[in-house]
């Protein structure tokens, strides 16, 4: 037997299937046993577990054959449940352009209940009011917090603007000087010592650059940190100078004479000297500028790098070969960069009724002797908590033998000491940048512009810091 | 619409009106799709762009201020520069290069089929993908232009690392997507009747006259849809920039989307995004409709006179 299937039909089928559509789409959410209504169901939604959304980096973990995203559900969410069995955390990978789409779904109020991220993007966040602040919670429940964190990440997480605390240190990442041993025993240069100056280390760049018969470069002697913010920025601090002002954090102060003595310094290094590698020139070996892959690569003898990359460096160079120092030291101070990731809570929490389990699970994660080891003994990066910290390098030599020489020590002495600091950022940072940057390009990636554009660009960056405050009343 | 509709409703019989229904209820994923998710935001966005607003704390009608600041803004009309350069540079530049293969590939060619692929290859490929590989080919020291190059003693530019070369990087690297284009000429090609070749022919036309008196007139639709697409393409360029340079070195290849999208994601000010973005849509669309009057004038169809 057939069966026909009329127009009419058709018809009669659509327009019940766009019904019952518009239907679903209309109704609450929250599953089945929101529509069944019965007095069991609702019992059983009431012992359904609390859901936390947690918003992290895929990518964050640097020990070899550990993912970040599998440690946590496999590991660290189980040994939670352990002691608090009504929780449900949910996993959110931050993909690629994530500080955007937290943007977007912090205007739609979806955002993730906790989130990883670190300043200046977190600064953006709160002037916007959308953490809360844990202020309070911390003075209940971790009174002890300014002794227990590494000053330098806990600093960074209280925001001066909106007087609230923002985060708790994930961990804390500080720029050192990687160094080649070979390319100093070669050229007969002592390595450098725990006090060099910037002094110094001009001069061992300028000994330690290597040129072929044609009077080519085939190895600079050293290279800073390639970004203009987190690295070039610090060597004012280090001649002296400020970045902006301290009260209002409005007012550039890089067109100052210590600043632009210092941006001199690294600009005559850079391109009449050449003894530190350009931009460009790094980018030109097809090693990313940001990796110590130019160390083994013998493009640069040494390197102001990142704190993430031991286990790929003790991979690529032989054990000993290699080692971290201190920053240099500038007329005044000695000042690189201590920037820490960090967990913040969305404000959202509080009408979500999830407030109370989402803080104690960022206080585990953030206050936690077990989960800020596994910082260390999981992603390699150094922990925010300062008993953790202290376990740090005997964490990383533990998972890495030919970490053993290595003076990873150094790197806690340059938090310790204060070497280690938060960027000085501007209230309106993306407002600043939009300024500075391009204006730092012209000096530094093309070497088309003197130090000196910086007087009057430092000018145009506080008329609009001002301008932007007007603007939002 | 509604009364015409309405009237339509009631003069039509039962057969037609059950034809209306089937028709609107085709239409109608569309429809909801387009309303909900284009002009819908459309509409939203033109509004925002009366307002300061950060979609977050606060939003408040400024009228007209969010246009004339961006007028009054340096960096804005320097945005508007660089996407004009690159849209009146690349659009030429890619419809005659698209036009070339395509003649080329209308020939019969040993593997004809292989050379088509080839070249219609790269516009598969994602952009962000071909924005990396062209990263390594304007290296300027290990890159294979700069290498090339010295193979004639020339000492290549820092391309994406000049602000005189950057912009010209990203047009040259616009060049390898013509395949698109190469493919629509082709079918453009194809569709050209023999008989007027055949005519041609008879009345003694060269091949050059031949493609300027016969080829050429009748691709003119194809090139008109081709340049239009990629006009508007053109001024919307945005993930090469993004990827590549960020707008640097000193904003050479900041281009129109790449500001509104600092304003809106990074300065969190989507009113004034807003007011941008409606600016290029208003240039694309002035643009768009003169090139369309013009082509009263140059595009000929087929039939049209006849009609």
Not at chain 1, 147 to 153: Q, T
Not at chain 2, 125 to 132: F, K, P, R
Not at chain 2, 171 to 179: E, R
């Given at each position: ?55 992290s980096f895929d990518w964050f973990a640097n020990v070899p054959?550990i993912?970040w ?25 931050h ?21 990883s991220t670190w300043p200046p993007i977190i ?27 590494l000053?330098a990440g806990?600093?960074q ?12 240190v994930t961990n804390i990442d500080v720029t050192s000087v990687y160094y080649s ?11 450098p ?29 050293g290279q800073l940190r390639p970004s203009f913010v987190l690295g070039y920025f610090y060597y ?40 530190l590698a350009?931009t460009?020139?790094v980018n030109?070996?097809?090693i990313p500028n940001t990796w110590t892959g130019v160390l083994p690569a013998?493009i640069v003898?040494f390197a102001e790098r990142s704190a993430d990359q031991f286990f790929d460096l003790a991979d690529a160079m032989?054990?000993?070969?290699w080692d971290i120092n201190h920053i240099p ?5 000695r000042v690189c960069m201590g920037a820490p990731d960090q ?32 910082v260390a003994?999981m992603s390699g990066r150094l922990p925010g908590?300062?008993?953790?910290a202290?376990?740090w390098p005997?964490i990383l030599?533990?998972i890495e033998?030919?970490l053993?020489?290595v003076q990873l020590e150094v790197i806690l002495e340059q938090l310790k000491?204060?070497e280690a600091r938060g960027p000085?950022l ?48 | ?307």
């Amino acid at each position: 037997m057939s069966y026909r299937l009329s127009r009419r039909d058709l018809l009669r089928l659509g327009a019940g299937a766009v019904g019952t559509a518009a239907l679903a789409a209309c109704a609450p959410t929250g599953g089945p046993s929101d529509s069944a209504g019965s007095q069991d169901t609702s019992q059983e939604s009431a012992a359904e577990p609390t859901q936390i959304r947690l918003a992290s980096f895929d990518w964050f973990a640097n020990v070899p054959g550990i993912q970040w995203a599998e440690y946590h559900q496999m590991e660290a969410f189980p040994r939670y449940y352990e002691e608090h069995g009504d929780v449900e955390i949910l996993w959110e990978p931050h993909g690629d352009g994530w500080s955007t789409k937290v943007l977007t779904n912090m205007a739609a109020g979806t955002a993730p209940d906790v989130m990883s991220t670190w300043p200046p993007i977190i600064n953006t966040w709160a002037e916007k009011q959308q953490l809360l602040d844990l202020q309070p919670l911390v003075d209940l429940d971790i009174p002890d917090a300014d002794d227990i964190f590494l000053k330098a990440g806990w600093d960074q997480c209280w925001d001066q603007i909106t007087q609230i605390r923002m985060a708790l240190v994930t961990n804390i990442d500080v720029t050192s000087v990687y160094y080649s041993k070979p390319a100093f025993e070669e050229a007969g240069v002592a390595f450098p010592a725990q006090d060099w100056t910037v002094e110094d280390c001009a001069q061992t760049a300028i000994e330690l650059t290597q040129r072929d018969d044609n009077g080519q470069i085939t190895r600079w002697g050293g290279q800073l940190r390639p970004s203009f913010v987190l690295g070039y920025f610090y060597y004012v601090e280090a001649w002296g100078g400020m970045v902006r002002d301290e009260d209002t954090l409005m007012t550039c102060l890089l067109g100052e004479e210590p600043a632009l003595q210092a941006f001199e310094w690294i600009r005559e290094n850079m391109w009449d000297l050449n003894c530190l590698a350009q931009t460009n020139q790094v980018n030109a070996s097809g090693i990313p500028n940001t990796w110590t892959g130019v160390l083994p690569a013998n493009i640069v003898a040494f390197a102001e790098r990142s704190a993430d990359q031991f286990f790929d460096l003790a991979d690529a160079m032989e054990e000993g070969s290699w080692d971290i120092n201190h920053i240099p030291t500038g007329p005044v101070d000695r000042v690189c960069m201590g920037a820490p990731d960090q967990w913040c809570v969305y404000k959202g929490v509080a009408e979500r009724g999830n407030h109370d389990a989402v803080w104690n699970f960022v206080k585990w994660i953030g206050a936690g002797e077990w989960y800020q080891d596994n910082v260390a003994r999981m992603s390699g990066r150094l922990p925010g908590l300062a008993s953790s910290a202290d376990k740090w390098p005997s964490i990383l030599r533990e998972i890495e033998g030919r970490l053993e020489p290595v003076q990873l020590e150094v790197i806690l002495e340059q938090l310790k000491s204060g070497e280690a600091r938060g960027p000085q950022l501007f209230r309106f940072q993306s407002v600043a940048e939009e300024l500075l940057i391009p204006a730092m390009e012209r000096i530094y990636v093309e070497g088309a512009a003197p130090v000196d554009i910086l007087e009057d660009i430092a000018q145009q960056v506080t008329e609009a810091q001002k301008e932007t405050l007007a603007r939002m009343g | 619409m509604a009364l015409r509709l309405a009237k339509r409703w009631r003069l039509g019989s039962s057969q037609k009106r059950q034809d209306l229904i089937t028709a609107y209820l085709c239409l109608l994923p569309w429809m909801v799709g387009f309303l909900s998710f284009v002009f819908g935001p459309m509409l939203f966005s033109l509004g925002l762009s009366f307002f300061e607003s950060d979609l977050l704390t606060r939003t408040f009608f400024v009228g007209l201020d969010n246009y004339r600041d961006l007028f009054r803004e340096d960096l804005f009309w320097k945005s508007l520069r660089v996407t004009f350069i690159y849209a009146f540079t690349t659009v030429p530049l890619g419809s005659s290069i698209a036009l070339l293969i395509a003649l080329a590939l209308n020939q019969k060619l040993l593997g004809l089929g292989v050379w088509r692929t080839i070249y219609y290859l790269p516009t598969v490929i994602s952009g962000v993908a071909v924005s990396l590989l062209w990263l390594q080919i304007f290296n300027p020291r290990a890159g294979l232009i700069n290498n090339f190059l010295a193979i004639f003693g020339v000492q290549g530019p820092s391309w994406l690392y000049s602000s005189t070369w950057a912009l010209p990087s990203l047009i040259i690297m616009s060049v390898w997507g013509v395949g698109a284009n190469m493919l629509l000429y082709l079918a453009g090609l194809q569709g050209i009747p023999t008989h007027l070749y055949e005519a041609a022919t008879i009345d003694g036309a060269n091949n050059w006259r031949k493609f300027w008196h016969v080829t050429l007139p009748m691709l003119t639709p194809t090139i008109f849809f081709n340049v239009t697409i990629s006009l508007i393409g053109a001024f919307q360029f945005f993930t090469q920039a993004f990827i590549m340079t960020q707008g640097g070195p000193n904003n050479a290849t900041l281009s129109m989307v790449l500001f509104l999208y600092r304003k809106a994601f990074l300065q969190i000010r989507f009113g004034y995004a807003s007011a941008a973005a409606w600016v290029l849509f208003a240039i694309i669309i002035a643009f768009t409709l003169l090139f369309q009057y013009s082509s009263r004038r140059w595009v000929y169809y087929e039939g049209e006179t006849a009609r």
